[in-house]
């Protein structure tokens, strides 16, 4: 005898399979929609006071960049503080005490941010957008783990475009807010991309307040790995080594992170194949970072159109270092460094430390934090992962 059909679950499979099929268009057709006004290459109509309404108090007084102020609060009673404020950051999470008392001065730019004239009557749907990117790349709408979700795990290599984790997502959308509504100069960088995630994310935020054109967004990384670490030379890079061989996973291509800003309408159809002669918004520098960075042809573009947010994702004391030592100085006042393997390989540390003592940069190290994630379960606690840190003065004039 045959057994009927279930017809409700029939309804439910099918009902999932065009979710899933309208997700991937909603996210095709939002970017297309925030990508089509004006030229092809300026997504939306590059920066204008008009238009945008952004105050660009940092144009006028450097004082609007001043140095975050170091409180004299004892953070002993603050379990997931490290002990040393000057080398990890004074400033706790959400769940600090010091922090919801108000204690401690909070170091999170506090912007209420306006929406571009056009969009104003699609405020919510710009927010959407990026919320639905964020999912995207981190692909939370299908694999949806907690410890994968905040960057407390290694990330399953079949299906994720990033490892960052959403609250370093959250960060790089904060920053990249502060430096467009205070008029920061410049472009954005990621050094070290992988996939692409989170360069594709902060092309989203550029353009949805109208700077994607204006300002570039450039990849740098070698789609190779990192170089063969030298311990003999970098002794802050001994416990990484054997790190350059990458699983097979880890591997990518300039053209496969190019097409993906292509499958989400970051870029038209064919853009990918022009990003790479070095054509729109979207730059790629592939090779390791002291054969790209410091090309002169390459410090040249830099020194001529700045940069505004610096996202170091190198791993090693060597990369993390070279990547400093050549776009820093290039980074406008008021800009902000993230580095995001601050806390979880002490190369990446080592390398900031030495150079913020170097060129005697005292600007606040300001943690962020991810929620503690143990067996899969959410608990109370946050764990510390990336730093970043905005720049006040011009080097040599501190």
Known sequence: ???????????????????????????????????????????????????????????????????????????????????????????????????????????RPQLEMPVPV???????????????????????????????????????????????????????????????????????????????????????????????????VWLADSFRGIPEVKPEVYPDDAAHVGAERLSENERNSPAAVLRSFEQVGLLPEGGGELAMRGVGPVRVLEGYFNETLPAASNQAVFAKRRLSVIRLDGDTYESTFQALDSLYRHLSVGGFVVVDDYMDWVGARHAAIDFRRRHGITSPIVPVYHERVRFGERDAGEVPRGVWWRKTVELGEA
Not at 132 to 158: C, E, I, Q
Not at 172 to 198: H, M, N, P, Y
Request: hydrophobic share 40%; with cysteine; aromatic share 8%.
């Open 118 to 216: 056009d969009l104003a009557s699609r405020t919510s749907a710009s927010r959407l957008y990026l919320d639905l990117m964020k999912a995207t790349v981190l692909n939370t709408v299908y694999k949806d783990d907690p410890a994968m979700l905040d960057g407390s795990m290694h990330p399953d290599f079949d299906s994720r475009l990033t490892m960052v984790g959403r609250r370093r997502l959250d960060n790089t959308q904060l920053l990249l807010q502060a430096a467009i509504k205070e008029g920061v100069r410049g472009d954005f960088i990621e050094t070290g991309t992988w996939r692409g995630g989170s360069a594709m994310f902060a092309t989203a935020v550029l353009a949805v307040y109208g700077e994607l054109g204006g300002r570039r």
């Open 1 to 107: 005898q045959v057994r009927p059909p279930d017809l409700l679950s029939v309804a439910v499979e099918r009902s999932l399979g065009m979710l899933g099929v309208a997700i991937a268009a909603c996210i095709y057709i939002a970017g297309l929609c925030l990508l089509s006004f004006g030229p092809r290459w300026t997504a939306l109509p590059n920066h204008s006071p008009a238009s945008l309404r952004f105050t660009a108090a940092a144009a006028s007084a450097k004082a609007s960049f001043a140095a975050l102020p170091l409180s004299d609060m004892d953070c002993e009673e603050c379990y997931h503080l490290p002990a040393d404020p000057t080398v990890f950051g004074h400033y706790a999470g959400m769940h600090c005490p010091c922090l919801q008392e108000k204690r401690v001065p909070d170091p």
